[in-house]
């Protein structure tokens, strides 16, 4: 009887252990019960450094380099010159005083002046105040020098930096048959036409010989030393 009771006792004894080892078991296997914010999320791993390292490295942000802004600059454009305005003037008429011959008229003395009887109205305008039907012998006309030129004639200055035109030098020799003219106060290519060739339709043969001195009729100055060729 003993003896059956030491094994149910030995039974209950190892039972008890079984079980206490079972529930240790169970213990350690079931999760614990974190007390701390639901909703804080959990920290992700990093990386495991590298073997014989103390600690991870950390990772630097890229360098941000700023570009300074691109300047641009327009050429600076030439100011427009401004445009010089032409300076203008008037060459006052020149006239030879005619006294009025017996018979006169101002178509005889056109065509004497002129060498035709149609410039006659440039006489009658030169001298307003006298009636070409009533001309008296003893009166003074005002004949025009240039026929071009009787109440003056506007021309444009020459600009300031221009060298003015002087003289050129007068041949040492005349050809065969030439003459020289001085230029006197007064005188035009119309009135040294009439003395040397008896005409005034000779001025282009005497602006011609001298282009070294004159470029046009206006450009006759008192002392400049004139060639007149023979009469072609």
């Given at each position: 009887?003993?003896?059956?009771?030491?094994?149910?006792?030995?039974?209950?004894?190892?039972?008890?252990?079984?079980?206490?080892?079972?529930?240790?078991?169970?213990?350690?296997?079931?999760?614990?019960?974190?007390?701390?914010?639901?909703?804080?999320?959990?920290?992700?791993?990093?990386?495991?450094?590298?073997?014989?390292?103390?600690?991870?490295?950390?990772?630097?942000?890229?360098?941000?380099?700023?570009?300074?802004?691109?300047?641009?600059?327009?050429?600076?454009?030439?100011?427009?010159?401004?445009?010089?305005?032409?300076?203008?003037?008037?060459?006052?008429?020149?006239?030879?005083?005619?006294?009025?011959?017996?018979?006169?008229?101002?178509?005889?003395?056109?065509?004497?002046?002129?060498?035709?009887?149609?410039?006659?109205?440039?006489?009658?305008?030169?001298?307003?105040?006298?009636?070409?039907?009533?001309?008296?012998n003893g009166r003074v006309?005002?004949?025009?020098?240039?026929?071009?030129?009787?109440?003056?004639?506007?021309?444009?200055?020459?600009?300031?930096?221009?060298?003015?035109?002087s003289p050129g030098p007068?041949?040492?020799?005349?050809?065969?048959?030439?003459?020289?003219?001085?230029?006197?106060?007064?005188?035009?290519?119309?009135?040294?036409?009439?003395?040397?060739?008896?005409?005034?339709?000779?001025?282009?043969?005497?602006?011609?010989?001298?282009?070294?001195?004159?470029?046009?009729?206006?450009?006759?100055?008192?002392?400049?030393?004139?060639v007149i060729p023979p009469?072609?």
């Amino acid at each position: 009887m003993d003896h059956h009771g030491g094994k149910i006792a030995t039974g209950l004894f190892a039972l008890v252990v079984i079980w206490i080892i079972v529930f240790w078991l169970w213990q350690t296997a079931e999760p614990g019960i974190s007390f701390g914010d639901a909703n804080r999320h959990s920290e992700p791993a990093r990386p495991s450094s590298p073997a014989g390292g103390s600690s991870t490295r950390p990772v630097l942000p890229d360098p941000i380099v700023e570009v300074p802004p691109r300047q641009t600059t327009e050429p600076t454009k030439p100011s427009p010159a401004e445009p010089s305005v032409p300076k203008t003037g008037v060459v006052a008429p020149e006239f030879i005083d005619y006294t009025v011959q017996p018979g006169d008229t101002f178509a005889s003395i056109a065509r004497r002046f002129y060498g035709s009887t149609g410039k006659a109205e440039l006489i009658a305008r030169a001298n307003p105040l006298v009636d070409p039907t009533r001309i008296k012998n003893g009166r003074v006309l005002k004949i025009p020098k240039d026929p071009s030129n009787i109440q003056g004639k506007p021309v444009t200055a020459a600009p300031p930096s221009a060298p003015t035109q002087s003289p050129g030098p007068s041949p040492s020799a005349p050809a065969a048959g030439e003459r020289r003219h001085t230029v006197e106060r007064g005188d035009t290519l119309t009135s040294i036409s009439k003395k040397y060739y008896g005409t005034i339709k000779k001025t282009d043969v005497i602006l011609k010989a001298n282009r070294n001195v004159l470029s046009k009729a206006e450009d006759l100055r008192p002392g400049q030393t004139l060639v007149i060729p023979p009469s072609p």
